[in-house]
C-alpha cells in the first residue's frame, strides 16, 4: 500500500512539475527568438546525433582534401548555407540569429567533432524541428557535392590551444626557406601562383629576357639601355626600371604606360604627393627602393643587410617562415590566414594593399613607406596605420571628399571602411592570391561572385526579385555589373587612363558627385551625361529611398 501511494504522489508531482512548466512556457510564449536553455540545446544536439544511423559514422569521405575539392566545397557552401550559416560558418547572420534553435558555429566543437559521415549524412537528410533543411537528391546514389562541403566544414575548423602553442613556438624558431620549398607538396597551387602578379612584381631581365615590354629604341624621354637594368618593376599599368648601386636599387626617372603605350617621365613631386617625398631629395638616384618600395616587393626584407629572402610576394609574405613546416608538414606549424580572425586575415593583404606610414618614424635615421617589423601573424596595428582623413575635406592626394581612395595601392583603406569588412567578409572570401583564371584573381568573375552573397531576394539585398528590377539596366549590360556602380574604377593608378576599382562597396549617389565632385558611376558609362540627369533618372526609381539618393523628396 505504501509503495502504491508513493507512486501516486510521484504522478502527482510529475503532473504538477509540468503544469507549472508549461504555464511559465505559456506565459513566457514560444519565440524563435528567445535563447535555447542549456538543457534545451544538449537534449537538441542528443536528439540529432541519436537520429543519424550507426551505419553512416564511420563512412569515410571518398574526396581527398584538395584545392578543387576545397574550392568546389566553398561553392557549394556560399550557395547553399551561407545565408543561415555566414560566409566563415560563424552562424551570425540575421537569418541564423533569428531561427529556434540558434544555427550551430560550424568551427565549434560540437559540430567539428562529429565524424565525416555524420556530417554528411545531416547535409543529405537534414535535423528535424530545426531549420536545418534536407539538401540530398532523392534516388541519388552518392552528392558529391553533400561530400565535398564536408571538406570544406572541415577546413573551417580553427586551431586547437596546443596547435596554437606550436604555432607560436615554430614561428619563433623557423626560418624561410623560399617558395620553391613549397613546391614540393602543393605543386598546383605553386604553378598557379607562379603566374600571377604577386609572383612577377619585379623580374630580373637577365633570368626573363621578356620583362621589358616597350622596345627601348623609342625612348626619348631618359635613354637607357637593358643592361643597366636589375629589376623591371610593373607589367598591368606601367612598368618601371630599376638599377643597382651596392647594395641599393633606386628607379630611373622614365616608365613605360602600359595602357597608354607611351613613354613619360617618372619623379615623385616633393610636394602633393607621397608623404615621403618631403625627406628625400628630389633626385631618383636619391630615393633607394628599399625604404620605400620593396618591403612589399620581397619576403623578409632585411632593413639592415638589404637583403631578402626571396624577391616578389612569395608563400613566406603570407605564411610566415616555413622550415618547421617544409620539414614536418602539419597545420600547427604554419600560419594560415584563413585560421585567423577577419582582422588578422584582412591585415595580411593591408600591409601592403593600403597608404600609411610606420607608427615609428623614421627608423634609424630612414624614412619607410612599409611596415617594418610585421609579419603575418603578429598585429598589424602595432606597426602601420593608415593615412587619415577628415570627412568633407576637399579632394587630396589620397581621398576624395567622402573618404573613398583617390590613389592607387589603398584597397585597405577603402575597404577597412566597408559593411562587408565589418561583417567579417575578408579579403580572400573574394580574391585567390594562388591564382584564377579571372580578372585580380578573383575566385569567379565578378558579376557571379557578388551574387553568390546579394542575389535577388537576398537577405543581404537586393531586395529585387530581379538584378533588373535592382540594376534598371538590362541583365548582362555593362549597367548591370554589380562593380559598375558599387566599385567603380575612380581611383588613379598615375599614368592617364588606368583606373582601379574602388573597395569601400558604396553607391556614390549622383547627388553626392554634384555636392563634392566625386566622380559618378552614372556618368562614368553615360559619358555625355551629367550628374542632374543622373539624379532625375533615378527619382523614377521608386523601390529607391529618395533620402539616399540624397535629394528632398519634395522636388521629385
Not at 537520429?51 to 561553392?75: K, M, W
Not at 630611373?252 to 616633393?270: D, G, T
Not at 615609428?360 to 606597426?383: Q, T
Not at 576624395?400 to 567578409?425: C, E, I, L, W
Request: hydrophobic share 35%; proline share 7%; charged share 20%.
Amino acid at each position: 500500500m505504501k509503495a502504491w501511494k508513493a507512486f501516486v504522489l510521484a504522478l502527482l508531482l510529475v503532473f504538477f512539475a509540468g503544469a507549472i512548466g508549461t504555464a511559465l512556457l505559456i506565459h513566457r510564449g514560444f519565440r524563435a527568438t528567445n535563447q535555447a536553455l542549456f538543457l534545451e540545446a544538449t537534449l537538441t544536439r542528443v536528439a540529432r546525433d541519436l537520429s543519424i544511423p550507426s551505419s553512416e559514422h564511420h563512412h569515410a569521405n571518398p574526396f581527398a582534401p584538395s584545392p578543387e575539392n576545397l574550392n568546389e566545397g566553398r561553392e557549394v557552401f556560399l550557395a547553399q548555407c551561407q545565408s543561415c550559416h555566414g560566409h566563415d560558418g560563424s552562424g551570425l547572420t540575421p537569418m541564423g540569429q533569428s531561427l529556434y534553435p540558434r544555427v550551430p558555429d560550424l568551427r565549434g566543437k560540437a559540430t567539428q567533432k562529429l565524424t565525416d559521415g555524420d556530417i554528411h549524412y545531416i547535409i543529405e537528410n537534414g535535423v528535424q524541428l530545426t531549420g536545418m533543411p534536407a539538401w540530398g537528391h532523392p534516388h541519388q546514389v552518392q552528392n558529391d557535392d553533400s561530400w565535398k562541403l564536408v571538406l570544406f566544414i572541415r577546413s573551417l575548423r580553427p586551431l586547437t590551444q596546443q596547435e596554437q602553442f606550436h604555432q607560436t613556438q615554430a614561428s619563433a624558431s623557423a626560418h624561410y626557406v623560399g617558395s620553391q620549398a613549397c613546391k614540393k607538396c602543393h605543386r598546383e597551387i605553386y604553378e598557379h601562383w607562379q603566374k600571377t602578379p604577386m609572383a612577377n612584381v619585379v623580374r630580373d631581365p637577365r633570368q626573363h629576357p621578356d620583362a621589358i615590354i616597350p622596345d627601348l629604341a623609342t625612348n626619348n624621354v631618359y635613354k637607357f639601355s637593358q643592361d643597366q637594368v636589375a629589376f623591371v618593376y610593373g607589367s598591368m599599368w606601367k612598368q618601371r626600371y630599376f638599377i643597382k648601386v651596392g647594395d641599393d636599387y633606386f628607379p630611373l626617372p622614365v616608365q613605360w604606360e602600359i595602357v597608354n603605350k607611351k613613354w613619360s617621365k617618372y619623379q615623385v613631386p616633393q610636394t602633393g604627393g607621397d608623404w615621403w617625398a618631403a625627406f628625400y631629395p628630389p633626385e631618383n638616384m636619391h630615393r633607394p627602393t628599399g625604404p620605400l618600395c620593396d618591403g612589399c616587393h620581397s619576403v623578409d626584407y632585411d632593413i639592415h643587410t638589404k637583403q631578402v629572402a626571396e624577391w616578389n610576394v612569395g608563400c613566406e609574405r603570407c605564411h610566415g617562415p616555413g622550415s618547421e613546416h617544409s620539414a614536418h608538414p602539419g597545420r600547427d606549424n604554419i600560419v594560415n590566414p584563413a585560421h585567423m580572425n577577419y582582422v588578422a586575415a584582412s591585415d595580411t593583404c593591408i600591409q601592403c594593399h593600403s597608404q600609411g606610414q610606420p607608427l615609428s618614424n623614421p627608423i634609424e635615421g630612414k624614412y619607410y613607406d612599409w611596415p617594418v617589423g610585421y609579419r603575418v601573424g603578429l598585429e598589424l596595428a602595432h606597426y602601420w596605420k593608415l593615412e587619415d582623413h577628415s570627412l568633407g575635406e576637399p579632394q587630396n592626394f589620397l581621398y576624395f571628399p567622402d573618404g573613398t581612395a583617390h590613389k592607387n595601392r589603398m584597397q585597405g583603406n577603402d575597404f577597412v571602411q566597408s559593411v562587408m569588412y565589418r561583417r567579417g567578409v575578408t579579403c580572400f572570401d573574394c580574391h585567390d592570391v594562388h591564382g584564377t583564371p579571372n580578372y585580380a584573381q578573383l575566385r569567379k568573375p565578378a558579376n557571379i561572385l557578388c551574387l553568390d552573397c546579394h542575389g535577388p531576394l537576398s537577405p543581404n539585398g537586393p531586395r529585387t526579385a530581379t538584378i533588373e528590377e535592382h540594376t534598371h539596366h538590362k541583365d548582362g549590360s555593362a549597367g548591370s555589373q554589380c562593380v559598375a556602380c558599387h566599385m567603380p574604377a575612380i581611383e588613379t593608378e598615375g599614368p592617364a587612363n588606368t583606373m582601379i576599382h574602388a573597395h569601400t562597396f558604396r553607391f556614390i549617389a549622383p547627388a553626392m558627385s554634384e555636392k563634392y565632385n566625386i566622380p559618378s558611376p552614372c556618368t562614368l558609362c553615360h559619358t555625355d551625361k551629367t550628374a542632374a540627369w543622373a539624379t532625375n533618372a533615378m527619382r523614377q526609381w521608386r523601390e529607391r529611398s529618395p533620402w539616399r539618393l540624397g535629394q528632398n523628396p519634395a522636388s521629385n
